[in-house]
C-alpha cells in the first residue's frame, strides 16, 4: 500500500493517522524528502524486531523508522 506524507519531520510524521520517526542514523537519507507530499510504502523489517523500513517512491530510498503510535 501507497502512503502520503501528511505532515512532520525525520523525527516524527504522520502517515495515515499513524506516526513514525526515522531512525537518527539515517536521518541524512531524508535531507530530500517532501513532508507533505511524498508517497512512501512502509515494510516489516524481518532483520530488526520492532522496526519498519519506508521507501520514498519519489527518490527510490528506503530507511528504518519506529512506530511511535496512532
Known sequence: HIWRLVSGTNARFEIGGFYFQVA???????????????DI???SDPDHVGW???????????????FLGA
Open 24 to 38: 537518527p542514523f539515517e536521518d541524512a537519507y531524508t535531507n530530500d524528502w517532501l513532508w507533505n507530499s511524498d
Open 41 to 43: 510504502v512502509l515494510y
Open 52 to 66: 519498519y523500513l519506508a521507501y520514498n517512491v519519489r527518490l527510490g530510498t528506503y530507511v528504518h523508522v519506529l
